[in-house]
């Protein structure tokens, strides 16, 4: 996750949903670690993720090297 950001989004395992979500008790504390290895993928994908206009699954396919997507 490093080369994309300095922090870890929180990935909890589906039996840490409960207690993450106050339905348990419990401290949540704990079960906040980085994600396993393996488990995050990443790829380089168009520009066009970043306007509201563009719409669709295609955005998140991966990107040419060099393209700069649609707008």
């Known amino acids: 996750m490093a080369p994309i950001h300095d922090r870890m989004p929180a990935i909890l395992e589906r ?3 409960p207690l993450w979500l106050g339905e348990a ?3 949540a504390l704990p079960i906040l670690r980085p ?6 993928r990443a790829w ?7 306007s509201v206009q563009n719409n669709g699954a295609d ?3 991966p ?6 997507g649609r707008t």
């Open 63 to 68: 990107a040419r090297q060099g393209s700069e």
């Open 15 to 17: 039996s840490n949903w």
């Open 35 to 40: 994600a396993g290895e393996g488990l995050l």
């Open 59 to 61: 955005i998140l396919a």
């Open 44 to 50: 380089p994908i168009s520009r066009a993720v970043n």
């Open 25 to 27: 008790e419990g401290e």
